[in-house]
């Protein structure tokens, strides 16, 4: 397990000096995470979730990797009792809830404990859209309730949770899609559904949160483009798993960025030749049960999305939710093919897909033990690197300094990645504040010895360590 992996995280420091305010009272440090983002995200649920989880477990990271771990079988389950409900086969849903579980995209989701609020959103959205199944078919008004809140309280977690309700509209007009010029009368329930994406952006506007502002930004111009190739890349992630980042989407991004007219034509091409596909599957979006689970697939990839897929580049944690779209289709057109065969031959396209699902579980399984890996050697990097420092304080003779007196770093080579995990993202200033408690601290990262030693010319106060090749910390010059 990764140990003090989210200390690279902003919103970590920003509660942790939050929390050494102790004239505030908890209610209102946490209310103040409502209405004031400080230009940051907003995201007032999962700076509460910190603020409260700090205090029991300080850096121990178990507790917080325990959550992650519950959170993400939680989801599995959730997945496994949706598609019981739509197909209604429990060796099918199994089948989808262990693709679900498997899936090395999760990786970086389930690994790295910054991205627990993101997790607590699309949780909470597999549940609503599991109560609203079920509300829709028995009107039990205390289900509608709950899939609400569900989708309400997401909102507070991550940005993408205002989605979870065009989620379950989306999903209600698949399922009423024959009837919907007759019924639309009936649909005056939207407007509830809708409330909690006005009430998201009115809390977000007034609390002076970020918005769209450098690599959380839309290049209006790319849009189409980056649109489009990023739905592509979040599907090979789903597949293929992180492996297909560097091997595939990469280079063709690469290409289609320096090819815009190439890019054009592979668009278009691509929309003649969808629909086309549409066409040839008509027959089967007809059907009641296939096409209802193949609309609602394609809805679970691409709404959960939304927010994503107009940035410029895509990541392995942001396609969690949309990646149980891609199981419910695999999931789909394994059901449909072998109920729609012989029963004499169902046997032999059981064992068919036995051996696909066994080998698909398994190269997933591999490519989380190379995440695995990563993860754990970008977990010693950082225990080692917070280690390296108050041990060169011990061994030096060096008093620790009174608050109000400034520390200066400079650090040579921070390492922000090691393979598929993140080590110090964003620098190192955060995970020092939990060294120091000083809110004077300063913190350079540079990229040569040199120029760190140029600085020490200047100030012969400042401390200099570099990392090495193997992630390891040395000093390389100390105070004077």
């Given at each position: ?219 209006l111009f790319k849009l189409p483009f980056n649109a489009i190739g990023n739905l592509v890349g979040y599907l090979l992630l789903s597949l293929l798993g992180p492996s297909a ?236």
């Amino acid at each position: 397990m990764i140990l003090l992996g989210f200390v690279g995280l902003p919103i970590v420091q920003r509660l942790s000096e939050g929390s050494e305010v102790q004239c505030e009272s908890a209610v209102k440090t946490i209310t103040s995470y409502f209405l004031n983002s400080e230009g940051f995200f907003y995201r007032p649920g999962t700076k509460m979730y910190f603020y409260l989880m700090y205090p029991l477990f300080e850096l121990f990271p178990a507790p917080f990797h325990l959550v992650s771990l519950i959170l993400h079988i939680t989801s599995a389950i959730l997945l496994f009792f949706l598609v019981l409900k739509w197909l209604g086969n429990k060796i099918f849903a199994f089948l989808a809830g262990i693709f679900f579980l498997v899936l090395s995209t999760h990786g970086e989701a389930v690994y790295w404990i910054s991205v627990t609020g993101h997790m607590i959103a699309w949780t909470l959205t597999l549940l609503a859209l599991l109560c609203y199944t079920y509300w829709k078919e028995n009107k039990n008004v205390l289900l509608f309730g709950l899939a609400w809140i569900a989708i309400f309280i997401s909102t507070f977690f991550h940005e993408f949770g205002f989605t979870g309700s065009i989620l379950l509209i989306a999903y209600d007009l698949i399922v009423d899609r024959k009837n919907l010029r007759m019924i639309w009368k009936s649909k005056w329930y939207y407007i509830f559904l809708l409330l909690p994406i006005a009430i998201y952006f009115y809390m977000r506007t007034i609390s002076n949160s970020l918005w769209f502002q450098g690599d959380y930004s839309y290049n209006l111009f790319k849009l189409p483009f980056n649109a489009i190739g990023n739905l592509v890349g979040y599907l090979l992630l789903s597949l293929l798993g992180p492996s297909a980042y560097n091997s595939i989407y990469t280079p063709l991004r690469t290409f289609t960025a320096e090819n815009i007219f190439i890019a054009s034509l592979l668009i278009l091409s691509g929309g003649l030749s969808a629909v086309v596909l549409i066409k040839m599957m008509r027959k089967y979006l007809q059907k009641e049960l296939t096409g209802t689970m193949i609309l609602i697939s394609c809805a679970l990839f691409v709404i959960p999305l939304l927010p994503f897929v107009g940035l410029g580049n895509i990541t392995t944690r942001y396609p969690y939710l949309a990646s149980s779209g891609v199981v419910i289709f695999l999931i789909t057109v394994f059901y449909h093919l072998f109920m729609n065969v012989k029963p004499k031959n169902r046997p032999i396209i059981a064992g068919i897909f036995f051996v696909i699902a066994i080998l698909f579980i398994a190269f997933h399984i591999h490519s989380l033990q190379k995440v695995n890996n990563d993860w754990q050697k970008a977990g010693e990097i950082t225990r080692t690197t917070l280690v390296e420092i108050n041990k060169a304080y011990a061994q030096k003779g060096h008093q620790k300094k009174q608050k109000n007196q400034k520390e200066i770093f400079y650090f040579v080579n921070v390492p922000i990645r090691y393979g598929e995990a993140w080590v110090f993202p964003v620098g190192l200033q955060d995970a020092l504040w939990f060294s120091f408690q000083n809110v004077d601290l300063e913190v350079h990262n540079v990229l040569s010895e040199e120029e760190a030693l140029a600085e020490l010319k200047r100030n012969p106060n400042i401390r200099i360590f570099k990392f090495l090749k193997d992630g390891s910390l040395v000093e390389i010059q100390q105070a004077k």
